[in-house]
């Protein structure tokens, strides 16, 4: 059965929708969560590779906004959303381990930092997103699905592309991602598949 945009019963859209915008709160969340990031990145300093040497506590405020705006814009029940936290907690150590193992290995050793390996790396988290709301009983629509794979595809050249409007002497994959200027499309790639729905 197909209830708004989602193909199962187990998400539904909201029936006052305009009562409360998920997509203005989450582009709220991303600007948030960038502003975080840079504060940071310049709080224990720019040169080199001293960006990959500690841990971005602008990723765990990141990751705990973003749980937030899931619970509220799908007004899901506990259990829902524990069984997200759980599946991310699971993955979050392995997945950090592997991520900032890409990043040191891309800076400055291979074109633009876009090795095989990285790429695929690069994946890893939107995929544990999606796997963590799947076990969670949470099937959005394919289409949005896609969609957001798109987004998430497209954040490393969607920010290249504001460096070189912004700070061209920057633009290039891997400071796409030390500036911040990826994390707003990343963002609203995982938010994207749930946008305007409700858990059951």
Known sequence: ????????????????????????????????????????????GWPGL?????????????V???????????RARVG???????????????LYAVMRGGLVMAFGRFPLGLHPWVLGCWFLPWATVLCAARLAGL???????????????????LGTAWLMLTAPAFADAVHAVKTGAAIPFLIVSLGLPFAGGRAQ
């Open 139 to 157: 099937r959005p629509h394919t289409a949005r699905v896609v969609g957001s794979w798109l987004l998430w595809a497209g954040a490393l050249p």
């Open 50 to 62: 001293a960006w990959t040497a500690y841990f971005h506590r602008a990723i765990a405020l990141g």
């Open 80 to 94: 829902v959303m524990l069984a997200v936290v759980v599946g991310l907690g699971l993955l979050a150590a392995p």
């Open 1 to 44: 059965m197909q209830l708004g945009p989602y193909r199962t019963a187990t998400l539904r859209a909201p029936p006052a929708a305009k009562a409360w915008s998920p997509w203005v709160s989450l582009l709220a969340l991303a600007c948030a969560a960038t502003v975080a990031w840079r504060v940071e990145l310049y709080h224990h």
């Open 64 to 74: 705990a906004g973003y749980l937030v705006w899931l619970g509220v814009a799908l």
